[in-house]
């Protein structure tokens, strides 16, 4: 759609288009009708991100709306769109000239989520290189990293856990997941903590429990697979996984696992595929 405007109604031109509103048609014409084209391509080696590229002739001023619910932005005649989850977005492209202005629009298809960065090493936890095992005190539970995953287990009364120090940055919002697997627990807990304090050899760790099974809480008790941030019956975090903090530096994220009066189950409880993840975007 092209529409003639006159100089003097350009500047409440734009401020419509900012503003959502549908500005008046104007009278008089100042130049050519500008011509509203672009194309969108993947930028390669960037995750969920396009090149969307716009016809200059004409034209003084580009609005592009990526179709993710952002609404029209101003840009320039070659910009990024970046998307985070998998879908169909309907590109628009607004461009203003001295005669008028014109849209068009094309859709762009996201084939995947974007996953994110994961700032945890060794997240298969197939191998303790990355991973510090901590004595809470008492007797120990099992910790064996094998290639299905840490396979944690016991016989009787025990804790334990391991850990590693991340980098984190203050108002990211990180995803955090990990997939456990168990046949059933009796009076045990499998507990996922993200805290500041550094764990300390010889002593319990209580900084951050985002998620747990806990059977007296009423999970894990039976069989069980899949996400953590799912399964979770106990501490803070949300069923979302998301995560954020409000300082950059320094965390500690850690896995603790332990029975009181029971075991962890026969075959024990395995956790793999563990992830703390920032956009790449």
Known sequence: MRILFSFGTAVGLIAAFLTGCTPDKGSASLGPLPAASFSIAPVSGVTNTFAATAGTTGVFSWYWDAGDGAGLQRGAALDTLYYGKKGNYRVTLTVLGHGGYDTVSQVVQVAQDDTGVSVI???SLSSASDWTVLNTGGTQTTFS?????MNMSNTGNSNGAVYQAVQVKAGVKYTFSANVQGSGASNSWVEFYIGATA?????????????SLNTWAGCGGSSFSGNIATLSCSGSGASNGQVSFSQTGT???????GSSGGTLGAGGITVTGIRLSAPSH
Do not use: C, E, N, W
């Open 251 to 257: 965390m500690y994220v850690l896995i603790k696992a």
């Open 121 to 123: 090493q060794g997240g």
């Open 199 to 211: 764990p300390t050899q010889g002593s319990d760790y209580g900084d951050g429990k985002y998620y």
């Open 145 to 149: 990293f094998t290639a299905q995953g």
